[in-house]
């Protein structure tokens, strides 16, 4: 960077030293000219270097002759046409030097940001994200930060070029003649203060542009990765008018950016032609009348002052490129300077020397970051005894997988502590407490890799033998021993190429090869089809023994195994028992199940007779009467329990 400076800065002298070449060899065509010319005149001869006329006096001659003999035009032209090719091979080199330079350590500016910002992004806690959209950072992790690199690359190097040219050639015009430069550069503040308007204006607008498109990207992003969604439901159109009316806004800031730079542009160039007129007039009256400037120092004060007002208006012209990156950068800068609430990269907190795995909620209270005006979790006390599996149940919600949530330190509680083994995690080591948790989602997410290298992201250090032996706990071996690469075979973008039971029993896999100390599953089965909920079901069946596990699920197959069933309500623990304890107890729990099995019998075509469960039976209050408004007198028909039952399904879960 230092060097490709100095480079630009020297480059940025070729200009005036080329002006101040050519002032001199204008002098010596004038002086060559006018001997010439005086030579032709009848009576005039050159005696002793003088041209004379031949019958005058000697005051005559001393006062009126012109040198001569003493100009070889031939010698003076080879000289300057060697100073010029001097100038233009130096130029090649000091532009190739100043350019390559500046492009390599902008490259390497532009890389360590990258990395310096995902390193940030991955440090940054989940309720950050929930607040920052993944198309706006997608578009600030390209867009912006190519933006960055057009501002600090060649731009920079050529700005510095164009700088010093216009200095260096104001001060040649006020060396060869102060007078007439004054007056050429007299309009330069009204110039400056234009540039001074664009640059704040383009940045502006530049900033507001920019989340534009950062919006109009998160549509964008949306839309390709539920591309099946959208073809599904024919919503093509409709998206690409979604995306074109983000893409307004951004083109109202651009149209009103590139207005202000068309107006003030064409102010500065007006400006520069007034004070070339300006500057023809007055120099014309020092050369002619008054005598004090000779042609070629007024062709270099002229052209000094002509070079150095062009270069300065192209440099004004980088500041667009400056403000764009300036702008795109406070984007940048304000993630990276963020220090993150819960920060998983840390190395502060315990690491306990041996886990039970008792968790603990002690009157937690809970809202997102991005929701702070619905209260999610309301003085939650709850206890998950070590080695049992707990379900969770409740409706939609209630809170339960926000639960998990905070047992995997995603976010911290607004009130009260969560704690494992009587420890508040808020004191550990939070990459420790990860590493004792397995977690298999309703969704998994695999990553476009092969099953192995998916499996292995449970734990970095995992062997080949690691590996297959968590595949096989976790009922995944045999499929994938029948693929032609086995454990190689790419899982496609998300796991597309995986069916819905295969991607669950990788997941699976990817929980157990950390050996973790708790198993949360968050509905693990709730989008399989019966064969492949049965496999998962049995795989997990076979890992819970010697794990705390926690379950949210709300198939009666799944829930029905725990060893304790906690009802949620309104982000609270209404109910704690077995599945006999808690249908004798007719609250929460009995209701779902009531619900789940009529909806059952429905859809295998047995009529419900209304003496099999009678509405009476169904508590209608609970701890805060929540169900108290859903429930209604429940059909008698088999056709009116399914339509019941599908329609319990869309508005809750458990």
Not at 168 to 188: A, M, N, P, Q
Not at 517 to 540: F, G, H, P, R, W
Request: glycine content about 8%; overall charge negative; aromatic content about 10%.
């Amino acid at each position: 960077m230092l060097v490709g400076s100095l480079c630009a800065l020297l480059h940025g002298l070729a200009q005036p030293g080329m002006i101040l070449i050519f002032g001199l060899m204008t002098d010596a065509f004038i002086e060559y000219d006018t001997e010439i010319q005086e030579l032709k005149i009848p009576g005039k001869a050159c005696v002793n270097n003088t041209i004379v006329w031949i019958n005058s006096s000697l005051y005559q001659n001393v006062t009126n002759g012109t040198r001569c003999g003493l100009l070889d035009i031939e010698s003076e032209m080879i000289t300057f046409a060697t100073i010029y090719a001097g100038i233009g091979i130096t130029v090649f080199i000091l532009g190739y030097v100043q350019i390559c330079f500046w492009v390599i350590s902008g490259a390497h500016q532009v890389r360590e940001m990258r990395k310096i910002y995902v390193r940030r992004i991955m440090r940054m806690e989940i309720g950050w994200f929930d607040c920052n959209s993944v198309g706006e950072l997608n578009t600030r992790f390209s867009d912006d930060i190519n933006k960055i690199n057009e501002a600090i690359a060649d731009q920079l190097a050529i700005f510095i070029q164009r700088l010093t040219s216009a200095i260096c050639g104001f001060l040649l015009g006020f060396y060869r003649g102060w007078k007439l430069t004054l007056v050429i550069i007299s309009v330069s503040p009204l110039i400056g203060i234009g540039a001074g308007i664009i640059g704040l204006s383009v940045a502006k607008f530049t900033d507001l542009e920019l989340k534009a498109y950062a919006k109009a990207g998160c549509v964008a992003d949306e839309v390709i990765s539920s591309m099946r969604t959208v073809a599904a439901f024919g919503g093509e159109k409709k998206e690409v008018k979604r995306y074109e009316n983000n893409l307004v806004f951004a083109q109202r800031w651009g149209i009103r950016k590139g207005m202000v730079m068309g107006f003030f542009t064409g102010y500065m160039w007006c400006l520069i032609f007034f004070s070339y007129a300006l500057a023809f007039w007055y120099g014309s009256k020092l050369v002619l009348e008054d005598g004090e400037y000779t042609p070629g120092t007024l062709v270099q004060i002229f052209l000094s002052v002509l070079v150095g007002a062009l270069n300065l208006g192209n440099a004004a012209s980088s500041l667009e490129a400056f403000a764009t990156g300036r702008a795109a950068a406070a984007t940048i800068f304000e993630t990276v300077d963020r220090e993150p609430i819960i920060d998983c990269m840390s190395e502060a907190g315990y690491k306990l020397d041996r886990i039970k795995g008792e968790i603990e909620f002690h009157n937690v209270t809970f809202h997102y970051p991005s929701r702070p005006e619905v209260q999610i979790l309301n003085n939650l006390n709850l206890v998950i005894k070590p080695g049992e599996m707990t379900a969770l149940v409740g409706s939609s919600g209630a809170g339960k997988s926000t639960a998990l949530q905070l047992i995997q330190r995603f976010y911290d509680p607004c009130g009260g502590m969560v704690t494992l083994d009587g420890h508040d995690i808020r004191s550990l080591n939070i990459q420790w407490l990860r590493d004792q948790i397995g977690i298999v989602e309703q969704e998994p997410a695999l990553f476009s890799t092969t099953i192995a290298e998916n499996i292995r992201y449970g734990r970095k250090d995992a062997t080949m033998e690691d590996i297959i032996r968590a595949a096989k706990d976790a009922n995944a071996y045999n499929f994938i021993m029948d693929l032609p690469q086995q454990f190689d075979t790419p899982v496609g973008e998300g796991g597309s190429q995986m069916s819905g039971g295969q991607k669950q029993r990788i997941a699976i896999a990817r929980a157990l090869v950390r050996k973790p100390k708790i198993l949360l599953l968050d509905m693990a089965t709730s989008a399989l089809d019966n064969e492949s909920e049965a496999m998962v079901q049995e795989a997990l069946s076979k890992i819970q023994h010697g794990y705390t596990v926690v379950s949210i699920a709300h198939r009666l197959s799944t829930v029905r195994a725990a060893d304790v069933i906690i009802g949620f309500e309104h982000g609270t623990a209404v109910e704690r028992g077995t599945h006999e304890e808690l249908l004798e107890r007719k609250g929460v729990y009995f209701t779902l199940v009531t619900l789940q099995s009529r909806g059952d019998q429905a859809l295998t075509g047995n009529d419900v007779k209304e003496n099999d469960i009678y509405e009476d039976d169904i508590p209608k209050t609970f701890s805060r009467g929540s169900y108290q408004d859903s429930l209604s007198p429940f059909p008698t028909t088999a056709k009116q329990s399914m339509q019941h039952c599908l329609l319990w399904k869309l508005h809750s879960h458990l």
